[in-house]
Antibody
């Protein structure tokens, strides 16, 4: 069974930084583009960022560009999201998700999701 | 940004009934890059439909998607108790992705 497990969330003061991780197992991680998606409390889904299967391309939502950095380590089967200058509006459940196509272009649906990690930004 | 608007915001139906959920894009989607997800409370979303009309692996055939351009529909032919959830559409026609605001499907 494909598994994605996020970690690194917690309660953080505004202005601080945080790095989220997503550990992948039971599939060839290096074959898939990966995404971060967040969901604020009682809100809908917001796509955050994507990284191509080999890490050569990254794209961000305009609302997080410049503060968020997506990266991956294919040797460790792990996806990361570095969040700097945290704001209260960054409070959300952060999900990692797998792109559907193997080594495909970075334009497809998300066929597997982790259970999410909660980030709360509060003083 | 391609804004997706889902309607209705909430839908109350009984098991066995047919559900029709709508998703309208502010700009036409190329190659029908439209997906539908189901999310239950406390759970991650689950992919139901991709490419506007293709069922994802393991999705029952009571779920179907249709549409093109700017207007898309998710139909659940006969509601089962486990189908009551929030449904989101998503466009992925470029390297910017966006979701609709969701439709909550409630038991009547």
């Amino acid at each position: 069974q494909v598994q994605l497990v996020e970690s690194g969330g917690g309660v953080v003061q505004p202005g601080r930084s945080l790095r989220l991780s997503c550990a992948a197992s039971t599939f060839t991680f290096s074959n898939y583009a990966m995404h971060w998606v967040r969901q604020a409390p009682v809100k809908g889904l917001q796509w955050v960022a994507v990284i191509s299967y080999d890490g050569s391309n990254t794209y961000y939502a305009d609302s997080v560009k410049g503060r968020f950095t997506i990266s991956r380590d294919n040797s460790k089967n792990t996806l990361y999201l570095q969040i700097n200058s945290l704001r209260p509006e960054d409070t959300a459940v952060y999900y990692c998700a797998r792109d559907r196509l193997i080594r495909g272009p970075v334009v497809d649906a998300f066929d597997m999701w982790g259970q999410g990690t909660v980030v709360t930004v509060s003083s | 940004e391609n804004v997706l608007t889902q309607s209705p915001g909430a839908l109350s139906l009984s098991p066995g009934e047919r559900a029709t959920l709508s998703c309208r894009a502010s700009q036409g989607l190329s190659s029908s890059y439209l997906a539908w997800y189901q999310q239950k409370p406390g759970q991650a979303p689950r992919l139901l439909i991709y490419g506007a009309s293709n069922r994802a692996t393991g999705i029952p055939d009571r779920f179907s998607g249709s549409g093109s351009g700017t207007d898309f529909t998710l139909t659940i032919s006969r509601l089962e108790p486990e189908d009551f959830a929030v449904y989101y559409c998503q466009q992925y026609g470029s390297s910017q992705y966006s979701f609709g605001q969701g439709t909550k499907l409630e038991i009547k």
